[in-house]
Nanobody
Framework: QVQLVESGGGLVQPGGSLRLSCAAS????????MGWYRKAPGNQRELAAT???????NYADSVKGRFTISRDNAKNAVYLQMNSLKPEDTAVYYC?????????WGQGTQVTVSS
């Protein structure tokens, strides 16, 4: 078991930036990967970005070049730096920890991009 707590969401204007944080209750080195997923109203939850224990990253095409995922193993934390935000980035963002075959999820943090 692990508890994942997200923070850093909020309201931002188009073109702005936000940094999401995910704090885990135990070592994130025990998970194959950590990631951020998002769910917009009326849509299914979708991948935003993932990062493995070796630092390999994967991004959805829609966020490549704008979002950066990183991890701090000493702090058991994962971050998502989001730049050049667009209204279509509006969603609830969820932190994910994956240790086959189990996915762990946080409660989510709302990101709203609007003028």
């Amino acid at each position: 078991q692990v508890q994942l707590v997200e923070s850093g969401g909020g309201l931002v204007q188009p073109g702005g930036s936000l940094r999401l944080s995910c704090a885990a209750s135990r070592s994130i080195l025990s998970f194959y990967s950590m990631g951020w997923y998002r769910k917009a109203p009326g849509n299914q939850r979708e991948l935003a970005a993932t990062i493995t224990t070796t630092g390999n990253t994967n991004y959805a095409d829609s966020v490549k070049g704008r979002f950066t995922i990183s991890r701090d193993n000493a702090k058991n934390a994962v971050y998502l730096q989001m730049n050049s935000l667009k209204p279509e980035d509006t969603a609830v963002y969820y932190c994910n920890a994956y240790a086959s075959p189990i996915d762990y999820w946080g409660q989510g943090t709302q990101v709203t991009v609007s003028s």
